[in-house]
């Protein structure tokens, strides 16, 4: 069975930065699929960014592009998100989602991490 530990989550002032990251454990492909996903209050699920294949294929939502970067530690299977420039909009609960070839199509989800921004 494959868990996900997400940490990182905060409170910071706009413009800040606040650094997430998801630690997987139990059996997972050599090869796996990342995914930051956020949901606002009232608002649905939203893609922030993903990170692919052994050649470590990055993507992002058009409205994190620029702020946020994906990187990940295979090694220690681990996912980061780098968030800076912090706007009022990032509020969100942020989870990450595990995806691997034999795995369910929906790929396994961590508990969530709270990030706040608010002046």
């Known amino acids: 069975q494959v868990q996900l530990v997400e940490s990182g989550g905060g409170v910071v002032q706009p413009g800040g930065s606040l650094r997430l990251s998801c630690t997987a454990s139990?059996?997972?492909?050599?090869?796996?699929?990342m995914i930051w996903y956020r949901q606002a209050p009232g608002k649905d699920y939203e893609f922030v960014a993903q990170i692919s294949g052994q050649r470590n294929t990055t993507d992002y939502g058009d409205s994190v592009k620029g702020r946020f970067t994906i990187s990940r530690d295979s090694s220690k299977m681990t996912a980061y998100l780098q968030m800076n420039s912090l706007k009022t909009e990032d509020t969100a609960i942020y989870y990450c989602?595990?995806?691997?070839?034999?795995?369910?199509?929906?790929?396994?989800w961590g508990q969530g991490t709270q990030v706040t921004v608010s002046s």
């Open positions: 989602n595990l995806k691997v070839d034999y795995g369910p199509g929906s790929g396994y």
């Open positions: 139990g059996r997972t492909s050599p090869s796996y699929t």
